[in-house]
Nanobody, 124 residues
Framework: QVQLGESGGGLVQAGGSLRLSCAVS????????MAWFRQAPGKEREFVAV????????SYADSVKGRFGISRDNAKNMVYLEMNNLKAEDTAAYYC?????????????????WGQGTQVTVSS
């Protein structure tokens, strides 16, 4: 059973930066495409960023392109989300997710494993 655990969330002022981390255990990490999603109160969970198994292919939601960066360290079983120039609308719970089947999917339904989430709050 694959287990994911996020960390690094917190309260930050608009324009600031945060780095989220996700630790993965329970299977061979390099088999998995890894993604970040977020969910704000009263809204559906939405795609943020995804990396293929070796970081060679990534994609981002238009709303974060140029501000966020996804990376992974297969030796440490970790995936990261570097968030810069944060805006109030980035406030949400952020989740990492793992998938072996659907490539760099942007769809919630394609991910089998999820972390518990970490809260990011951006004050304006």
């Amino acid at each position: 059973q694959v287990q994911l655990g996020e960390s690094g969330g917190g309260l930050v002022q608009a324009g600031g930066s945060l780095r989220l981390s996700c630790a993965v255990s329970g299977d061979t990490f390099s088999r998995y495409n890894m993604a970040w999603f977020r969910q704000a109160p009263g809204k559906e969970r939405e795609f943020v960023a995804v990396s293929n198994w070796n970081g060679g292919s990534t994609s981002y939601a238009d709303s974060v392109k140029g501000r966020f960066g996804i990376s992974r360290d297969n030796a440490k079983n970790m995936v990261y989300l570097e968030m810069n120039n944060l805006k109030a609308e980035d406030t949400a719970a952020y989740y990492c997710a793992a998938d072996r089947t659907f490539g760099t999917s942007q769809y919630v339904r394609d991910y089998d494993y999820w972390g518990q989430g970490t809260q990011v709050t951006v004050s304006s």
